[in-house]
């Protein structure tokens, strides 16, 4: 028995350059400041994504109700891996 849910997805954006367009300005003037320390976990996460997906694998990630968010789990050759992507 599996316990996805197939109504609840996240849409990761292919070109983070097309994503960053789309963020606040202060998010972009930080970024050409070369800021690293950005509270926007949304970019390295769709970086991640990118990646992931190149390598042919399934996205999935899991949530509960308590906020608890798993960003990627991956089922490498048998073995359930999870990754979790923080903002600094």
Excluded: P, W
């Amino acid at each position: 028995m599996s316990n996805i849910k197939l109504d609840s997805y996240k849409i990761y954006v292919q070109d983070v350059g097309l994503l960053v367009s789309m963020l606040d300005s202060s998010i972009k003037l930080n970024l050409l400041n070369k800021d690293l320390y950005i509270n926007e976990g949304s970019i390295i996460e769709n970086v991640c994504a990118m990646h992931l997906s190149r390598r042919k694998d399934k996205l999935t990630y899991f949530e509960k109700k308590s906020k608890l968010e798993i960003d990627f789990v991956l089922n490498i050759d048998g073995v359930v891996t999870v990754s979790q992507y923080l903002d600094i």
